[in-house]
């Protein structure tokens, strides 16, 4: 995980993961980098798929300013948001803490959610598109 300044090109910070591969499918960084807002702006969020071995990922934030770990989610590997075993889960912004857990699909979700307000769209690889509601 890299920032990067655009104007040089002068690596700032890196964040490196050890990620495997198994029959063509990848692992590391697929997913766009979350960034933070509010109370949340000095944090990014990134979604890094088969770390400790072919089945399990991790979700890190990870301050903007140095690339230093605030916390890591380890699960079944994710390319999105959501991960391989079909789940989306909800955790806190600043400590990583599991608020809520929702099972929408028997296989991975490959999508990356789209999120407004209160309100989450994403598809998945059983063929069906979720709208979910956060209270």
């Not at 499918?25 to 949340?40: D, F, M, P, Y």
């Not at 301050?63 to 890591?72: A, H, I, L, R």
Request: net charge negative; hydrophobic share 30%.
């Amino acid at each position: 995980i890299w920032k990067i300044d655009a104007q040089t090109g002068e690596i700032i910070w890196h964040t490196d993961y050890q990620c495997y591969t198994d029959d063509g499918v990848s692992g590391g960084v697929q997913s766009t980098i979350a960034c933070g807002k509010n109370s949340l702006s000095d944090y990014i969020y990134v979604t890094v798929a088969k770390t400790s071995d072919n089945a399990s990922g991790v979700l890190v934030c990870l301050k903007k300013s140095d690339g230093s770990k605030v916390w890591e989610d380890s699960s079944s590997y994710a390319w999105s948001y959501c991960n391989s075993t079909g789940d989306v889960r909800l955790l806190d912004g600043k400590t990583g803490e599991l608020n809520d857990k929702l099972s929408i699909s028997d296989g991975v979700i490959e999508a990356s959610p789209a999120v407004y307000d209160s309100y989450m769209v994403v598809g998945t690889r059983d063929c069906k598109i979720w709208g979910i509601q956060f209270k």
